[in-house]
């Protein structure tokens, strides 16, 4: 008995296309959720990494600072809180943890973009988007 008109390799080929669609939706729910968990802890403490332009991480509360020069293999391990280990990692950006504050600070996010919606779940200030002297206010 014949299900399909198609091939089994048309089959197996649709098969894992569906697959990999379902990888691309998941990793972006996750993504929406950890952006979400970002955007949540930086507008209850203010200025800090994971509200800053400069700021890329991809999972557990630390990240690449990009304002800051790359440094050795080395200074990245150790940026990590990595004493030694066997292997040095090439060159690259240093890492920071989320509640880290430096001098290179920017948020030039529109954050009035997102929709009252999504800022009133993560704690933003209405007011704090639209403040008298032009200045975003957050957290504390």
């Known amino acids: 008995m014949k299900f399909s008109s198609l091939s089994p390799g048309e089959v197996e080929r649709r098969r894992l296309s569906s697959i990999e669609a379902l990888k691309e939706r998941r990793r972006g729910e996750w993504e929406r959720s950890y952006q979400k968990r970002c955007d949540e802890f930086f507008w209850k403490n203010g200025r800090c990494c994971a509200g800053c332009d400069h700021w890329v991480s991809e999972a557990g509360d630390v990240g690449e600072c990009l304002s800051a020069p790359p440094v050795s293999g080395g200074q990245v391990l150790r940026s990590l809180g990595i004493e030694w280990s066997s292997y040095t990692p090439p060159p690259g950006q240093p890492f920071t943890r989320r509640d880290h504050v430096c001098g290179a600070f920017q948020d030039t996010f529109d954050?009035?973009?997102?929709?009252?919606?999504?800022?009133?779940?993560?704690?933003?200030?209405?007011?704090?988007?639209?403040?008298?002297?032009?200045?975003?206010?957050?957290?504390?």
């Open 111 to 140: 954050w009035a973009s997102l929709g009252g919606e999504y800022l009133v779940s993560i704690g933003a200030s209405v007011a704090a988007l639209t403040p008298d002297d032009g200045e975003v206010k957050h957290g504390r």
